[in-house]
């Protein structure tokens, strides 16, 4: 079995900073894409940023600028790093991962952390 375990939410002032992380823990061949998504109350979860194994980071407009993803293939942990948070950004961040459990699986499959409650608020 494989689970995402995401930590380092919390609440933060507005222009504050946090760094989420997301292990991947359990039996797991190779990672391909891990990202952070984001849902916030009443809206539909969105794409915060995405990085694959090799190849170009994909940032939300809403991020660039301010947020950094980052990946330890070593530890199969993703970060997230977030400066200059805004109210707009208090939501729930959920860690998602392309990832096969052996080598002989035909192809990747994606899993969902439980989420970690970020709150911007003054």
């Known amino acids: 079995q494989v689970q995402l375990v995401e930590s380092g939410g919390g609440l933060v002032q507005p222009g504050g900073s946090l760094r989420l992380s997301c292990v991947a823990a359990?039996?797991?061949?190779?990672?391909?894409?891990m990202g952070w998504y984001r849902q916030a109350p009443g809206k539909e979860r969105e794409l915060v940023a995405t990085i694959p194994d090799g190849g170009s980071i994909t940032y939300a407009d809403s991020a660039k600028g301010r947020f950094t993803i980052s990946r330890d293939n070593a530890k199969n942990t993703v970060y997230l790093q977030m400066n200059s948070l805004k109210f707009e950004d208090t939501a729930v961040y959920y860690c998602?991962?392309?990832?096969?459990?052996?080598?002989?699986?035909?192809?990747?499959?994606?899993?969902w952390g439980q989420g970690t409650q970020v709150t911007v608020s003054s």
């Open positions: 359990g039996r797991i061949f190779s990672i391909n894409a």
């Open positions: 998602n991962a392309d990832l096969k459990q052996r080598a002989y699986d035909l192809s990747y499959r994606n899993y």
